[in-house]
C-alpha cells in the first residue's frame, strides 16, 4: 500500500478508498473528520485489500461509508461501497434499486388496469382517468427506469 496525495496516476489493478458521511457524502479524513482540501488516499493492488481496509475504516467510524474506486477515478460509480453492518440494510444501493423497480412495475401495472377500467367506463370519468393514470404513468415509468437502470450500468 503506498500514500500519496495524487492518485491520478493509477494502473489498471489498483484501487483507492475514500470515507465519505453516510448522510451528507462529505468526503472524511482518517479522523473521521470532513477532509480539507489535500487528501491524502491509500493505493491498494487488489480489490481485496482494499476491500479489507474498508471494512477496517467503516468498523472504526460507524456512521460512514467507504468508497472503492479503481483507475477510472471518481467520475463514475465506485467499484464497491462498503457500509457498516448496523446501516448497511438501509444504505444498500442495490436494496434501493430492487425496491424502486418493483414500486415502478406495481406502478405501471396499476395504470394498465386503471386504463382498461377507464376505457370501458363513461365519458364522465375521463378526468379521473387523466388525473390519477398519468401520475400512476409518469412516476411508475421514473422509478422502474431507475431501478432496472442501476442493474443494467453494472454490466
Given amino acids: 500500500m503506498n500514500d500519496g496525495p495524487a492518485w491520478e496516476n493509477l494502473r489498471p489493478g489498483q484501487f483507492v ?3 465519505s ?3 451528507t457524502d462529505v468526503i472524511l479524513n482518517d479522523e473521521g473528520k470532513p477532509a480539507g482540501e489535500a487528501t491524502l488516499v491509500s493505493v491498494f493492488e487488489s480489490l481485496a485489500e482494499a476491500k479489507q481496509e474498508a ?3 467503516v468498523a472504526r467510524v460507524p456512521t460512514a461509508c467507504a468508497a472503492i474506486y479503481d483507475h477510472k477515478g471518481r467520475s463514475g460509480d465506485p467499484v464497491r ?3 457498516h453492518q448496523s446501516v448497511q440494510r438501509r444504505y444498500d444501493p442495490e ?3 430492487r425496491r424502486d423497480a418493483w414500486a415502478g412495475g406495481s406502478l405501471l401495472v396499476a395504470f394498465i388496469i386503471w386504463s382498461i377500467a377507464a376505457a370501458y367506463s363513461t365519458d364522465e370519468h375521463f378526468l379521473w382517468f387523466y388525473i390519477l ?3 400512476l404513468l409518469v412516476l411508475g415509468t421514473i ?3 431507475r431501478g432496472v437502470g442501476f442493474f443494467l450500468g453494472r454490466r
Fill in 17 to 19: 478508498i475514500f470515507l
Fill in 95 to 97: 436494496r434501493r434499486a
Fill in 81 to 83: 461501497r462498503v457500509y
Fill in 143 to 145: 422509478l422502474f427506469v
Fill in 55 to 57: 471494512e477496517a475504516e
Fill in 21 to 23: 458521511d453516510l448522510r
Fill in 133 to 135: 393514470g398519468m401520475k
